[in-house]
């Protein structure tokens, strides 16, 4: 199920000379925006939401998909002379090469005849993070000049305050759901975790809560996801100060996240906030 033949400058051209977009004002409402963020935190997108720039100097005229794509809408905004764009999110991407564990097979083969339908429609692809290349690399018929990394901003752009506290407070990210979600965001490590870890407050996040109250009480981020693009709750934690412990959407290895907590635990132990807000 996998692409072609790539040849070995394509391949120099998708990891290496893909381009990473940033922005010092917000494309929707111009307002400045910190660390190069391309929406400010009022204007940033939700997954499935269809941004139209108007405004922005630089890109005017797009249409943005934020993960999801229907056909009907990308030809509707096509008639109107508007450039496509498709912003890949995450397993969006993933689902272009393989078929992830729970997921319904059908459904993959029915998402990636969509999108080589669509690609004659698209005049770019986004990425949110690096991560994502290599999936859209090994997807069919995607040229690596229509390409950009552009991250996705979070809805918390600045420091939120941390607060002093007793328990030792572990956050992570369950959506809930089936076998595909418990597979891609390591529900299983986490299980693990728990059970080596019974003295830690674990704080299940399912993304309906508001960082402004979790954050300031959390000692650390674990996220033992086995596909992520850049996940903003990651952005957000470390302008916050709050650990991170990530699997970088790599395979995670329970050992190496069980060694990082144990040394977060001590070091809180010792008497010390195990991070404050990082300077830049
Ligand atoms: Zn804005």
Redesign the pocket.
């Known amino acids: 199920m996998c692409a072609g033949a790539i040849s070995e400058t394509a391949e120099k051209t998708w990891l290496e000379d893909i381009p990473e977009i940033r922005s010092a004002n ?1 494309w ?4 400045a925006t910190p660390r190069g963020y391309v ?2 935190a ?2 940033t997108p939700r997954y499935g939401e269809t941004v139209l720039l108007r405004t922005a100097e630089d890109h005017p005229g797009k249409a943005i998909f934020v993960g999801s794509i229907p056909l009907l809408r990308v030809v509707l905004e096509r008639i109107r002379g508007r450039r496509v764009v498709k912003w890949w999110m995450g397993t969006d991407a993933l689902t272009m090469w393989m078929c992830p564990p729970g997921m319904s097979r059908w459904k993959v083969l029915a998402h990636q005849w969509k999108m080589r339908l669509l690609e004659r429609f698209i005049d770019e692809h986004w990425v949110t993070g690096r991560r994502l290349l290599e999936d859209l690399r090994r997807a069919h018929g995607i040229s690596p000049t229509k390409v950009a990394v552009v991250y996705w901003p979070g809805k918390y752009q600045e420091p939120i305050p941390l607060q002093t506290h007793q328990a030792f407070n572990a956050v992570y990210y369950d959506p809930g759901g089936g076998r595909f979600k418990r597979w891609v965001y390591g529900m299983d490590v986490i299980e693990a975790l728990k059970e080596r870890f019974p003295q830690v407050n674990w704080i299940r996040l399912d993304g309906s809560q508001d960082l402004r109250q979790v954050l300031p009480l959390a000692d650390v981020y674990v996220r033992p996801s086995r596909h992520d693009g850049a996940p903003r709750i990651v952005e957000e934690c470390r302008i916050s100060g709050v650990p991170v412990i990530f699997s970088e959407g790599q395979e995670p290895d329970v050992d190496k996240i069980a060694k990082e907590l144990e040394a977060l635990l001590r070091s809180k132990e010792a008497g010390g906030r195990a991070a404050g807000p990082r300077s830049q």
């Open positions: 917000c929707r409402c111009g307002k929406f400010c009022q204007c």
